[in-house]
């Protein structure tokens, strides 16, 4: 499949400045909600990550769609660890240069085990004048001093002799998201409410109002089907000292779905106490749908210095050499508050774990078509990773009526648009054509969205009135499209184990595959003809039949997309 995704933003955003005096701007902005604090001391270490340009990026495209679409002769014949790393190795001279430059600092370079990057440990001072710019302490005035991060206060730069063999360097102006703590805030006081609520109404049964996961099972045509393989694994991905309890998961287990009881993910990273609402969920949800399959909690603190959790994470799961086959990850960002230059090499790490055979979700954003903007935005803002044509967004619906009896619905919080900094995808052109055609008469004003962007959602699941276990205590009530992000993830682990059980590969990228299948067939997913995802002064995308920018291509069916998948080479 070839793909017709391009940088649509480049000198809108500015990621490389203008050479002046010899050296090459980096754009660095300080995104609002961040105050500077104090500036760091001078002997701190900073924690510096040079991403080196890679080679034969064009290849690894290829090769990514090749290995994704079922329609290829080379579908699922995925690449090694080894076998990436050799198509897309910086040069030697790239290498070279980079540590030259830093040894003539006095700075001693560790190279990852993927090649592509360099990191070090430098003296504030030092850095400052390599990178001629300052750090200073940040934290967020909604978040307070439990978040506090060294970042650079505005742009930095390199000698353009070293520009040339760097795409960015981690660590200095990319500030990381806190809309999930925001919406886990959220999502726990909504929960409370609505457990207060019940209570004052007298309202003993406070499960019939929940979602859990044999009703999910239910709604999905999943039934009592486990994971049989040994060979599968599955994953989530958790940030900003997000932990879960085994204690917990127990408890989970016990009350809402035994099938699983006695299962417990393997832990990559920090997991200490106490437990949080998202990696909570998250654990709960994944391993009910996905029961009886290989789990890793992957934890990433990212808090030590100016560290950056997430290309953390990516770096470690591009070196792994047998890695989970699905990721399920509920973080996100504006688009447009996130440096083109990181976006796009963020695109090839996806890529790289694409052309593994490795399946990464998103969750689409819980802010409709709005982003952080709310109400107050005037034009739509795209969340990213779910702007990211290589991955797999995740949207989110809730059923019509009480006491879950009704149908399934758009999620008026279901983060759907259209990317600002990437085009459409070939592997969704005629579906998405289908809804600006079909749609014409109802789209919300041109001026408020790029109508040749990817667009997103690609699929939806539940994403209201989840029931998760928290400090022992069972909580109604928690939403967001983090709720269906792991669910639609355990569903494609489930796929996953159909296929190795038959000595087939993983599913890898999805996308490809997902958009065949709703037009061969339709009734592997439940579409989702009703509401839309409001923001910006504006109702948003309206769901209609077939893909839509509130639902995606609708909700799973598992047992026709079983069906559909048993038919694959």
């Known amino acids: 499949m070839r793909n017709s995704v391009v940088i649509l933003a480049l000198v809108a955003v500015g990621c490389l400045g203008v050479a002046l005096g010899g050296r090459v701007s980096f754009h660095g902005a300080v995104p609002a909600g961040w105050q500077r604090l104090q500036r760091v001391a001078p002997t701190h270490n900073i924690h510096l990550t040079f991403a080196l340009k890679q080679q034969n990026l064009d290849k690894l495209e290829e090769v990514f769609w090749a290995v994704s679409d079922p329609t290829s002769s080379l579908y699922g014949r995925h690449l090694t660890v080894n076998e990436v790393q050799s198509i897309v190795a910086p040069a030697p001279e790239t290498i070279a240069a980079v540590q030259a430059w830093l040894k003539s600092h006095g700075v001693a370079a560790k190279q990852e085990a993927s090649a592509d990057y360099l990191s070090a440990r430098v003296e504030a001072a030092l850095a400052e004048e390599m990178l001629q710019c300052e750090f200073w302490y940040f934290s ?17 730069s390199l000698p353009v002799e070293i520009s040339q063999h760097v795409d960015f360097v981690g660590g200095v102006s990319h500030f990381p998201s806190v809309k999930p ?6 999502m726990i006081q909504n929960a409370k409410k609505r457990l207060e609520d019940a209570v004052r109404d007298g309202n003993t049964d406070l499960w019939s109002l929940a979602v859990d996961p044999a009703f999910l099972r239910q709604l999905y045509n999943i039934g009592s089907v486990q994971g049989k393989s040994s060979a599968n694994r599955m994953a989530v991905a958790q940030f900003l000292e997000q932990y879960y309890s085994s204690l917990d998961l127990d408890e989970f287990f016990l009350l809402f ?13 920090p997991n200490p106490s106490p437990a949080g609402t998202e990696a909570s969920l998250d ?9 009886q399959i290989n789990t890793t909690f992957w934890s990433t603190s990212g808090r030590e210095n100016n560290q950056e959790p997430f290309l953390q994470w990516m770096l470690a799961v591009n070196q792994l050499a047998n890695p989970p086959y699905v990721f399920s990850v509920s973080y996100g960002d504006d688009e447009d508050s996130i440096p083109l230059s990181y976006t796009s090499r963020l695109n090839t790490e996806f890529m790289k774990a694409g052309a593994r055979g490795i399946s990464i979700l998103f969750a689409s954003g819980d802010d409709g078509v709005g982003g952080g903007g709310g109400s107050k935005c005037k034009k ?32 008026s919080l279901s983060g759907g648009g259209f990317s600002n900094y990437f085009g459409r995808p070939d592997y969704q052109a005629a579906a998405v054509q289908n809804y600006l055609t079909e749609m014409k008469a109802k789209l919300p004003p041109q001026a408020k969205w790029n109508s040749t962007g990817r667009a997103y959602p ?3 699941a539940q994403a209201m009135d989840y029931v998760i276990v928290i400090n022992l205590i069972p909580l109604p009530g928690v939403a967001g499209t983090s709720c269906a992000c792991p669910v639609f993830s355990g569903v494609v682990s489930l796929l996953n184990d159909l296929r190795l059980q038959n000595g087939k590969r993983p599913l890898g990228f999805l996308n490809p595959l997902l958009y065949q299948m709703a037009t061969a067939a339709p009734t592997a997913f439940n579409d989702i003809v009703h509401g839309s995802n409001p923001a910006c002064g504006s109702s948003g995308f309206l769901a209609t039949k077939g893909w839509d920018p509130s639902s995606g291509l609708g909700s799973p069916n598992y047992g026709e997309m079983a069906k559909y998948i048993a038919t694959l080479p």
Do not use: K
Not at 142 to 155: F, S
Not at 283 to 291: D, H, L, P, T, V
């Open 283 to 291: 654990i709960e949800y994944i391993m009910a749908i996905g029961s």
């Open 458 to 460: 690609d699929v939806s």
């Open 380 to 411: 739509f803002v795209p969340n990213y990773p779910a702007s990211s044509p290589y991955i797999t967004a995740v949207g989110g619906t809730q059923s019509d009526g009480v006491f879950e009896t009704g149908g399934e619905v758009v999620a």
């Open 257 to 269: 779905w035994r099938n699983s009881i006695g299962q417990q993910p393997t832990v990559v990273g």
């Open 140 to 156: 967020h005035t909604e978040v307070g001093q439990n978040l506090r991060i060294i970042r650079a206060d505005g742009n930095y």
């Open 181 to 186: 703590l925001l919406q886990r805030r959220a």
